[in-house]
Nanobody, 123 residues
Framework: QVQLVESGGDLVQSGGSLNLSCVVS??????????MAWYRQPLWGQRELVAS???????DYADSVKGRFTISRDNAKRTVYLQMNSLKPEDTAAYYC???????????????WGQGTQVTVSS
């Protein structure tokens, strides 16, 4: 069973920093994870892509976070990180880890989601 466990969400003041982590388990040694991404969803808003990263390290960011957030991954640990600096109140949202993965060779490629971690930025 594939599980994505996020951590690192917290209440922080405007201008502060947080580092989110997402550990993926349940992928076999012949499995494959690509890409890894972070999405966010405000309480009364749509879920949006924040950042994504491929196996080769290519990254993509939402315009609203460029220059402030950095996504990275540790393939050996099957973990994706989101370093968030210069946080703003409008960054307040539930942040979700998302991966595309094949749990083992020959198995179908599927998309998986974590349960989310709350980030709240006070002004």
């Amino acid at each position: 069973q594939v599980q994505l466990v996020e951590s690192g969400g917290d209440l922080v003041q405007s201008g502060g920093s947080l580092n989110l982590s997402c550990v993926v388990s349940g992928i076999g040694t012949s499995g494959y994870i690509n890409p890894m991404a972070w999405y966010r969803q405000p309480l009364w808003g749509q879920r949006e892509l924040v950042a994504s990263i491929t196996n080769s390290g290519n990254t993509d960011y939402a315009d609203s976070v460029k220059g402030r957030f950095t996504i990275s991954r540790d393939n050996a640990k099957r973990t994706v990180y989101l370093q968030m600096n210069s946080l703003k109140p409008e960054d307040t949202a539930a942040y979700y880890c998302n991966v595309g993965a094949r749990i083992a060779m020959g198995r179908p490629f599927r998309e998986y989601w974590g349960q989310g971690t709350q980030v709240t930025v006070s002004s």
